[in-house]
């Protein structure tokens, strides 16, 4: 996703690195490194925040959603976010 939304534009790689090392470099960061995908997840969701591309209260409804949709999707099937019990189709 955060080669994609590079690719699109959206941000340079210098901001995607400055993002990331502010993360990884936080007091509370692993020193083995075993959360480094929570802080890559934690500086793209940043990244798009300061961009107004995606403010974290959606993104955080996105990832429920998602996350209702896998719970409600049957074994073997495709998980579609239609699945979420939630879901409302746009008008």
């Known amino acids: 996703m955060t080669v994609a939304l590079h690719d ?6 210098s901001e995607w690195a400055q993002a990331l090392s502010t993360e990884v470099g ?3 960061a692993a020193a083995d490194g075993h959360d480094y995908y ?8 940043r ?3 300061s961009k107004g591309l ?4 959606d993104v955080d409804a996105m990832a429920e959603a998602w996350e209702r949709a896998a719970h409600a999707t049957p074994h073997g099937k495709p998980i579609l976010l239609e699945n979420d019990p939630e879901f409302e189709s746009a008008p």
């Open 26 to 28: 936080k007091p509370d």
């Open 38 to 45: 929570e802080h890559w997840l934690a500086a793209l969701e």
């Open 47 to 49: 990244l798009l925040a």
């Open 8 to 13: 699109k534009g959206l941000f340079s790689w």
């Open 54 to 57: 995606a403010a974290k209260p």
